[in-house]
């Protein structure tokens, strides 16, 4: 699959790692629907992407509710007429402890709603948009692929019980899909990223920035730009399908 001139949609397209990836296959000529659900951030990274020399449209939408996902990959495919590819970015963190205690006293639990919010946006969400891609996909007979946004915390990670789980089953999805849709023409494969410089971690306190890097190997955090660089490989590689691709500068957790 070539990058040029095809239409690639992004879950939470309008800021960090999908906005990267945007403006990175921008670039190089694809076009872009973007779904987000802050205006000012999607009109912004349209913008980018215009700039960069692709073509772009804003879609606001929750993709943790079944209605607006289906309005939008509806809207997405009468826009553009056709769709190539999906990036399933879109995600929340809630982070805590299952249950935090100090001197045998229950100081805190992980609510329900901390766990049910991820769990709707990070695997719900990628569910409703994995599958309204592909049925538009096979219907308009586009062969392309699905790229689920996971990360190295679906190996399970302290304090993160609602996000690890989330992003397990979104692995998961990688080659459950990948052999349902492979008749169709269409791949699907995962990135695992480790800790990426976007605006999230930006706002980090320095202190807690020095001691997440130091336990990379690497010594360093991962570039946007390397994240959308892996996405572009797995878009050109007719051949890659059903697998997940860790990019964490060798950490593990």
Request: proline fraction near 3%; glycine fraction near 10%; aromatic fraction near 6%.
């Amino acid at each position: 699959m070539k990058l040029q001139e095809s239409v690639i949609a992004i879950t939470g397209g309008g800021q960090g790692l999908g906005r990267a990836m945007a403006e990175y296959f921008a670039a190089r000529g694809a076009k872009l629907a973007l779904i987000d659900l802050m205006p000012e951030k999607l009109d912004e990274a349209v913008t980018a992407c215009k700039a960069a020399g692709g073509d772009a449209r804003a879609y606001i939408c929750n993709v943790a509710r079944e209605p607006e996902v289906e309005e939008t990959f509806a809207a997405i495919n009468r826009d553009f007429g056709k769709l190539n590819g999906l990036i399933n970015n879109a995600g929340i963190l809630r982070d805590g402890m299952l249950v935090k205690a100090k001197d045998g006293e229950i100081v805190k639990r992980m609510s329900l709603s901390e766990w049910q919010s991820v769990i709707d946006v990070n695997l719900t969400g990628v569910f409703l948009c994995g599958r309204e891609a592909a049925t538009h996909m096979i219907q308009n007979g586009d062969q392309g692929a699905i790229i689920n946004i996971a990360s190295i915390s679906r190996a399970g990670n302290m304090g993160q019980s609602n996000y690890s789980s989330a992003k397990a089953g979104v692995s998961t999805l990688v080659p459950v899909w990948a052999k349902e849709l492979a008749r169709h023409g269409i791949r699907v494969m995962g990135i695992a990223p480790g800790f990426v410089g976007t605006e999230m971690t930006q706002s980090m306190k320095p202190e807690a920035l020095e001691r997440m890097t130091a336990a990379i190997p690497l010594k360093r955090m991962g570039r946007p730009e390397e994240i959308a660089s892996t996405a572009a490989f797995i878009f050109e590689n007719d051949y890659l399908s059903g697998r997940i691709i860790e990019v964490d500068g060798a950490l593990r957790i």
